[in-house]
């Protein structure tokens, strides 16, 4: 679902994009691939704050996540 997710985003239709993921996040909550997708969509939209949020939520699913301590660590999630 999450692939499906963004290709609406990439054709323009943000909030059902949005809408996708967050249904996605609750059908399988402990997907981190799910997260980094939500949290990758709000980055492109300039959304840092919740970007940060579902980050952080896939980081308390996997602390060793590598991926999700180097989007963290980056400057533009605390811009």
């Known amino acids: ?9 990439a ?3 943000t909030e059902l994009a949005r809408d ?6 609750l059908v399988q909550p402990r997907s981190v691939p ?8 709000e980055m492109s939209n300039g959304n840092t704050d919740k970007a940060r949020e579902l980050y952080l939520k896939a980081l308390e699913l ?7 301590q180097s989007r963290l660590s980056g400057d533009e999630i605390f811009a």
Do not use: I, N, V
């Open 20 to 25: 996708m993921l967050q249904k996605a996040t």
């Open 1 to 9: 679902m999450q692939s499906w997710a963004l290709a609406e985003a």
């Open 34 to 41: 799910c997260w980094h997708a939500w949290a990758k969509l």
């Open 11 to 13: 054709e323009g239709d």
């Open 62 to 68: 996997d602390p060793r996540e590598t991926f999700t």
